[in-house]
């Protein structure tokens, strides 16, 4: 079957076919994502990007060979306002929020990228490609500024379906007397004693934001890469720069073959912010419910609807985890086949379908409740070996099922303590003491720990 991914620029499914295709038919693909600007802790919104485009990376990686880079934004008007603030360099600021950035993606189970270039890296690349830019009579120096001129470009508006004058009505564009037109945005910019800055044939300054992309995914995939991917807050300005800005310096060749994006995550129907105070951190919601959770939760929407983020989410994205993590755990046989096991048809055909995680989770649901209704343990094995495998392509159900259900940080009692509990308990029920059996569960309640009684014995979980 062939992949369809909704391509941003044509507002139309497409099928997906690689550009770079050898004789033998071996195919490599190249992906870009937009990654974090590393001034704050990561909240949600930051999350639901690389949540989904891994998802995407997994599926590619099934038949492809992917190089996927996500890059770091490490110098940015923001982070230099963390750092005066701090009084510190921009260099500390970015190293603490990187690592916070890689600890809770992967809490999150995201996997790494191939490529994780960052801005303060390519400096002299981004002043070659700006140079071009002027040389070519798409861009002019002014007042120590570098700016892109939108008009030298015709076609700028095309990703976010606009024309240039509804752009400028709905954008924040400065009016500086260094502009030959309001909506010209800025390259290169002079950067006073106070702020970090990089010597130039412009004067000592720094790059805009937009340009850093460009230079990164040319450097790292080429002029012509398959598929862009970010939030949808990014489609304007910063990707309809980047396809404008790029086009021209390579030359008018394609810059991106597919342009995807997420859609916003809100909180109770509201956009984040903090003006109203309501931003959630990943790092908030892991002390709240384990990281599969928070993942699962991220891709229960399609990924190119809002995803309403409520109190109620997590409790049930982890009841839907203890429902598929109690089929394995009760079934046994599946753990030395399922990696040789390909995933459901049903499921693949959900993510081929423009990563339609909705309907793919439902498969591996089906696939529960076929292991669960089935008399033939054959039967359950291979289903569960097919739910396994399915789930690992959005990766979930990694953990140990048994782990799962006990494992907690923050619990009062561990593992050793529990089961010493229940044996104690098990020898009173057997000697039909049960006011000592009925004291020890309530005991083990208290700690939020929930027994459930077999036939062949007693399992325990945490809540």
Known sequence: MSI????????????????????????????????????????????????????????????????????????????????????????????????????????LGVQNPDIEPRATAHIEEIITMISHLID?????????????????????????????????????VEVAPYKEAPGDFILWKPSTATLPGWESPWGRGRPGWHIECSVMAAEHLGTTIDIHGGGNDLIFPHHENELAQSTCAHGGKLFARFWLHNGFVNVHDTKMSKSLGNIV??????????????????????????????????????????????????????????????????FVAALEDDLNTPRALAVL???????????????????????????????????????????GSDAQLDNVAIDKLLAERDAARAQKDFATADRIRDELAAQGISIEDGSGDTRWRRL
Request: aromatic share 10%; glycine share 6%; proline share 4%.
């Open 281 to 346: 951190l990943v790092n908030e919601l892991l002390g709240r419910a384990p990281g599969e959770a928070v993942r699962l939760a991220l891709l229960n929407a399609h990924y190119r609807q809002p995803l309403d983020w409520s109190d109620q989410i997590l409790t049930e994205t982890k009841r839907k985890l203890d429902r598929l993590y109690g089929t394995l755990r009760d079934i046994d046989g599946w753990q030395s086949i399922w990696q040789t096991t390909a995933p459901d048809p049903a």
């Open 4 to 107: 369809f991914l909704y391509n941003t620029l044509s507002r139309r499914k497409e099928e997906f076919t690689p550009q770079n295709v050898a004789q033998d038919g071996h195919a490599k693909v190249t992906m870009y994502v937009c990654g974090p600007t590393v001034y704050s802790a990561p909240h949600i919104g930051n999350a639901r990007p690389a949540v989904v485009f891994d998802v995407l990376a997994r599926l590619l990686r099934s038949r492809y060979e992917l190089t996927y880079a996500r890059n770091i934004t490490d110098v940015d008007d923001k982070i230099n306002a963390a750092a005066q603030e701090s009084g510190v360099d921009i260099s500390e600021i970015a190293a603490e929020f990187v690592a916070a950035y890689h600890a809770d993606m992967q809490a």
């Open 136 to 172: 070519s009579g798409h861009a002019y120096a002014a007042d120590g500024h570098v700016l892109f001129r939108v008009s030298a470009f015709p076609a700028y508006g095309s990703l976010s379906r606009r024309e240039q004058r509804e752009l400028l009505a709905g954008a924040r």
């Open 365 to 407: 649901f089906d696939l529960s409740h076929e292991a669960n209704r089935s008399e033939s343990h054959d039967v359950q094995v291979d289903t569960a070996a097919r739910l396994r495998a399915s789930a690992e392509w959005m990766g979930l159900l990694s953990a140990d099922p048994e782990e799962w259900f006990t494992a």
